[in-house]
């Protein structure tokens, strides 16, 4: 199959979403007429979502629940779209000067925090300040390293920011966009503790959250864009696991849930499937550095033998697209179309283990239990073709446990599996993967020539250069194998059609309810 | 009898005090890092080793341990490391919450099981009797998890009697919570009823053939007016004791219920602080259950010692 | 002389017979043991009897109702459920015996020792045992998983070691019944060794109480085991044990129910089976 250029992707993830929502109405005669009218105010929205693991909190959050639930209560000053666009939210507009090395960033007008306190660049300022700084903890470090450092963010009037840049990077927006999740514009006297002070910018307030059972939100009245949000409240419910939410919403305790997984949900009865293109996948990482993959030929052997329309099926539903072992999703702009999709080849396999000398291939494969079937698919794909894995499943705590350093398991296993969450640009994949300094490498992949074509990538102005620079990084990727990569997941967002309308699915599982309302 | 029960009093302290110990060092030794499970995989080492100094984490052994002793018996149960919410709150709410769920169960129960064990034993032998009895039997058998899947599939899925989630809205009045808990309650009911029924139906059939019950027959007395004055005030001795053995059992053993059910009750408390290293919370948690089950274990005792004038008086039985 | 009874009675009453006094139902006993009968040769036989390797995947077939190729259907893998049911019947029944065995001997020592010594000694034994009781299982559970790994032997240590409190106990009140005896006195006053009297004297004597607490125990393996796997801290990953697959299948009740179902009424089976065996013996036993 070859890789589909994403403006193909979009018509048809778009077709893809609109033949489901018509499949979904059509066979239904009933259908609503109010479907298709304007939409009216009114209506509370039930919506599901996994226990957050943690207490509530913008600068240091990373699982989707605590995402998606300060997503609906605070802003960005840039959204992104299901499909990676990006969208003007409290910042207007912005230009890239000096070789895309400053940033100029002009803010809306007319916006207030929920406590009436206007936004202004101050806040803005101190809201990056705030992720910027160390004592803060904020993962969002690890997305500005390298990029911005503390004291690059000034205030240049009340109503524009001025980022300056340790080195060109030429989609530093994405940077400050809901790419970067943690970057939320919160008040400039902001100091912790959400859940007590949840001020933003967003459609909703927090009326009431319980770490245990869920929270309570009600409209924003000073919502920026008048007349919206159409929805009075939204009810948010914690779920202990995903079969549990997955059962509430097909009997109608729930109207939709923040994630949903793919293979679980079905399209019965109410519930519809809103599908989209991703750049979620999770990476089989091979450490290049010791046996049994210390030689290519043995890393090319695991990839030709895997049937990957085969794992699109098993581990998501078939709605995703076919990865080639580079990290350039069929998504981004920049992804590659003329390297051949590698598949499964019993007969190459075979060659390539008797060229590296290897006559019996057996390895351990680390993971943890949310990756549990990948795993069992892998390791029964692996059987057919003579390569035996031996399941090595660790609890999540003691796989991400450690030190990052030296010996942490999902950084230093002979091969692990990692689930990686979308990111609206391949640099966020490749630079912390695949480079010699990268703090992800888990496979301890160098390659200069690499590291080389990657600095271009960013500092290219324009998409010519990029697609140049991808060229040159997935050839390499694709050769050497230190990722396999068999999919990139598709995402799916389930929600009660015969209630309510406008729910989207998105890649990254991002909320935003602003336009959806009830029928 | 007061000798017993104030040796056994006194035990309590020095157990609670050895399970602590026990916990705190059981956590030492799991893997994971609870740094990590509040920061996520991606924060730096640096940011993580920041935050468990902050914490204290990083102390030794003995000496966290001393000072959480000493808070904890001053009343200062700590802040849970993850959730950020005073431990001692969090606990005691997710305890009413299982505390709810078990009586409501127990009360559910106890009327059941001494109908069926009555029946069973009056009707002793006969085809009432051998069906209810080898129900009883099954269903005690079949691990609640799996009842209560069932019971989901049926009446909760497909014909909506009943709400999915054990857990109501804030606010809602108490039936309309009773209403959430009618399934994992059901469930854990079916588990319990045999045992118990079992107890009632030997007391009732030993009543039945008992001296007095044949005169008051003779006498021309009604089958009602002989079973609720005999045959049930002998039963609850033995009624009792199974019942106590089935209220330890419902206060510990109800964690895969609140699993199956997301029901958010203090059996999946200690189950997510044990996996994510929650010291603070474990330890509350887990000594807050060992003093409940000490104590009903004790109550049980005694309440069986009450009602067993034997015992009581100290008859060699 | 009066002597007060220091069994504590929280004990768990032996229950009574499923059959009450003098008519004896052979149909139970018999149920019961063809049904551990059967498993147990499905325990040691399945390889023979699978129709399919219980792992071997086929996602083209993912979800095949039973009935056809696939008698009990397939699950999301497209593995065969019959196969996958027989071969869980020997994880189980490997795990719940040897779980009793080892709680059985470790518990009826502990017992024996307890009943016979000193009021000091005794009370030590039994605010030990009763720590261990008051201990969260779930905790013991995680932690040995997380050192041992997610395998059959850590959860036969698991689940023995949570049962020796119990089986203790049992044998314990049992001891202190027969230390008054007349015969004890006698063993003690010819001079026995206190080893000799607990195990020559006093055992043989406590063994069908051992006997009550090895059928019972027996049944609560069965269940702990499922339970533990269902709580994600038992069986290997892929593993066909029951309660794993009860667990890892509850996704499907929607759309293929008989995923869950097949290892579920497998379970019930066996502690049924296992239960009625054990009822029939206590019955006999408290006839003798």
Known sequence: ?519 | MRHLLLRRLAAIPLTLLAISALVFLATEVLPGDVARQILGREASDATAAQLRDELGLDRPLPVRYADWLVSFFSGDWGTSYTLKVPVRELVFERLGASMLLAVFAFVLLVPVALLIGVLAGLYHDRPVDRILSVTGLALGATPEFVTGVVLMVVFAVSLRWFPVSAQADPGASLVNRLEHLVLPAVSLVLLCLGYVARHVRASTVASVRSPYVRAAELRGASRFSIVTRHVLRNSTVPATSALGVQAQFLLGGLVSVELLFNYPGIGALLLTAALDKDLPTLQAAALVLGFCYLLITLAVDVVYRLLDPRLRLGVAV | MTSVISAPPHTPVAPPPVVSGSRRWPVALGLGLLILLTWTLVALFWRHLAPFDPSSQNPADKFASPGGEHWLGTDQFGRDVFSRVLAGAGSVLAIAPLATIGALIVGTAVGLVAGASGRWVDEAVMRVLDTLTVFPAIIASILFVALLGQSTPVLILVIGLAFVPIVARSVRAATLVERDKPYVEAARLRGEPTWSLLLREILPNVLTTVLVEATARLGDAVFAAATLSFLGLGAAPGSPDWGASVADNRAWLQIAPWTALAPALAIASLVVGVALVADDLRARTERS
């Not at chain 1, 160390?134 to 920011?161: N, Q, W, Y």
């Not at chain 1, 989207?504 to 959806?516: E, F, G, L, Q």
């Open chain 1, 1 to 519: 199959m070859s890789v589909l250029s994403r403006r193909q992707l979009l018509a048809g993830a778009g077709g893809l979403g609109l033949v489901a929502l018509l499949a979904a109405c059509g066979v239904d005669d009933e259908e609503s007429p109010a479907a298709d009218g304007p939409a009216e105010q009114g209506g509370t929205l039930r919506a599901g979502t996994p226990t957050p693991p943690t207490a509530v909190e913008p600068v240091t959050m990373y699982d989707g629940s605590s995402i998606a639930l300060v997503q609906l209560i605070a802003d960005y000053l840039i959204w992104l779209d299901s499909d990676f666009t990006l969208v003007p939210r409290l910042a207007q507009k912005w230009t890239g000067t000096n070789q895309n090395k400053t940033w100029e960033f002009a803010l809306r007008e007319g916006v207030v925090f929920s406590d009436g306190t206007p936004l202004d660049a101050t806040a803005v300022k101190a809201s990056f300040d705030r992720l910027l700084d160390p004592a803060s903890k904020s993962a969002a470090l690890s997305a500005f390293d390298g990029v911005l450092s503390p004291g690059g963010v000034a205030v240049k009037d009340p109503k524009t920011v001025v980022f300056t840049l340790d080195r060109a990077f030429s989609d530093f927006p994405y940077l400050v966009s809901a790419g970067n999740y943690n970057a939320v514009i919160l008040k400039a006297d902001y100091a912790g503790d959400f859940t007590k002070n949840a001020i933003g910018t967003g459609p909703f307030t927090l009326k009431s959250y319980n770490a245990s059972t869920g929270a309570s939100l009600v409209r924003n009245p000073k919502y920026w864009e008048s007349g919206k949000p159409y929805l009075d409240g939204v009810e948010v419910r914690f779920y202990q696991d995903s079969q549990a939410e997955q059962l509430a919403l097909q009997s109608g305790e729930l109207d939709t849930l923040f994630i949903t997984e793919p293979s679980v949900v079905q399209a019965v009865g109410d519930i519809a499937l809103d599908e989209v293109g991703g750049t979620g996948m999770t990476a089989l990482t091979l450490r290049v550095d010791r046996a049994p993959f210390d030689k290519k030929e043995v890393r090319q052997a695991v990839a030709y033998a895997l049937d990957r329309p085969a794992v699109n099926q098993a581990v998501n539903d078939g709605i995703g697209e076919l990865g080639n072992d580079h990290l350039y999703a069929p998504l981004f702009a920049s992804a590659p179309s003329e390297i051949p999709q590698r598949a499964k080849d019993p007969a190459k396999v075979k060659e390539l283990l008797a060229a590296a000398g290897v006559s019996k291939l057996a390895f351990p494969l680390t993971f943890d239990p949310p990756n549990k079937d990948y795993a069992l698919v892998i390791q029964a794909q692996l059987k057919e073709v003579g390569i035996e894995v031996k399941l090595d499943q660790r609890t999540s705590a003691a796989f991400y446990g450690g030190n990052q350093e030296s010996d942490t398991p999902w950084l230093f296993t002979t091969a692990n599996l990692v689930s990686w969450a979308g990111r609206a640009v391949p640099s966020q994949f490749v630079n912390p993967m695949v480079t010699s300094t990268g703090v992800w490498n888990g496979s301890k992949y160098k390659n200069p020539a690499l590291d080389a074509a990657l600095t271009a990538y960013d500092a290219a102005t324009d998409d010519a250069g990029r697609k140049k620079q991808a060229k040159i990084i997935a050839a390499a990727l694709h050769e050497d194998v230190p990722v396999v990569l068999s999919l990139w997941n598709g995402a799916v967002r389930a929600y009660n059609k015969r209630k309510f309308r406008g729910i989207k699915a998105h890649p990254s599982w991002y909320v935003d309810y602003t336009n959806v309302s009830a029928i």
